[in-house]
């Protein structure tokens, strides 16, 4: 029997417990890469890259995290991005072979299971190790747009809205709390960005935080950039129309149940901003930890 501390030495050994590590070893990769969103609306798909710099010496232009695989369909990484550049490639090539062979378009959950399938492999054999990326695949699917998330496992999942890398904890709270709320182009990018200010604190110090992203409307990709500024504004704004909901979408860690009871207990702004710690430790699911981030929430209007 192996020791304990050798189950973690190849892909293809479990532990006792039922575990691969490699392939958590790969996970943690991915929570460690910049975050990359992936949202849906009822006419489109938008991907956003959290563009953060940690030298002046970075030309920004050349940090691809997102990636056109054909022009309805395309893809946001985290983690290792060059064995994201690897799958994007395998990806670009299937999507080139089924045009050539079919005479259409790729369908795109075909291309999603095609790309999981090498993930696996590369769990299966000694001498390679998983891949210590994720990928959101997204695109436009006859009359409906779609969008999946990839595990260095081989799992893939479709999403209304998902996210990886670095805050995606945060980040995932905040997009279930909004599920089913977003309808159009504005409420997407409103919502990326609100994600982003939430997970603002998770990223290094000292970083230029900017935002990249991609919105697949009508067959076509249009790119937005913007500053760390334009973000800052965008959120300030949207927060100062005296939405209640609007400000506590973007508190991190709230939970739905909380979030209701608040709405329920002060009905506007206003009412909020008069609570101490103390009274909002009153209502139901809000700790000292959450009232405290509330608070900040206030203080940053």
């Known amino acids: ?175 279930t709390a909004n599920n089913g709320k977003v309808r159009t182009r504005e409420d997407a990018i409103t919502l990326s960005m609100n994600v982003l200010k939430s997970t603002r604190q998770e990223s290094a110090e000292g970083s230029n935080l900017g935002m990249e992203l991609h919105i697949l409307t009508d067959g076509n990709f249009e790119k937005i950039d913007l500053t760390e500024e334009q973000v800052a504004e965008h959120v300030s704004g949207n927060e100062g129309d005296g939405s209640l909901e609007g400000l506590l979408c973007g508190v991190p860690r709230l939970t739905k149940e909380a979030k209701n009871n608040l709405l329920a207990t002060y009905g506007d702004l206003s009412s909020l901003k008069k609570a101490s710690i103390r009274d909002l430790m009153k209502v139901k699911g809000v700790g000292n930890a959450t009232a405290e981030r509330i608070r900040k929430a206030l203080e940053e209007l």
């Open 1 to 175: 029997m192996l020791d304990k501390d050798h189950y973690d030495q190849a892909a293809t050994v479990f532990s006792p417990d039922g575990r691969v590590y490699q392939v958590e070893y790969a996970r943690e990769a991915i929570r460690r890469g910049g975050l990359a969103l992936g949202i849906t609306f009822d006419n489109g798909i938008l991907f956003a890259i959290d563009k953060s710099i940690y030298s002046p010496l970075i030309e920004e232009d050349d940090l691809e995290k997102f990636y056109k695989i054909t022009p309805v369909i395309g893809a946001a990484a985290s983690g290792l991005i060059a064995d994201a550049r690897v799958l994007v490639d395998i990806l670009r090539d299937r999507a080139q072979s089924e045009k050539r062979r079919y005479g259409e378009d790729p369908d795109l959950r075909t291309l999603v299971t095609w790309v999981s399938r090498i993930y696996e492999v590369y769990t299966r054999y000694e001498g390679v190790r998983p891949f210590g990326t994720a990928l959101i695949i997204g695109g436009r699917a006859g009359k409906r747009y779609r969008l999946f998330e990839t595990d260095p496992s081989g799992v893939f999942q479709e999403r209304s809205s998902t996210a990886i890398g670095r805050g995606s904890e945060t980040a995932l709270e905040i997009l």
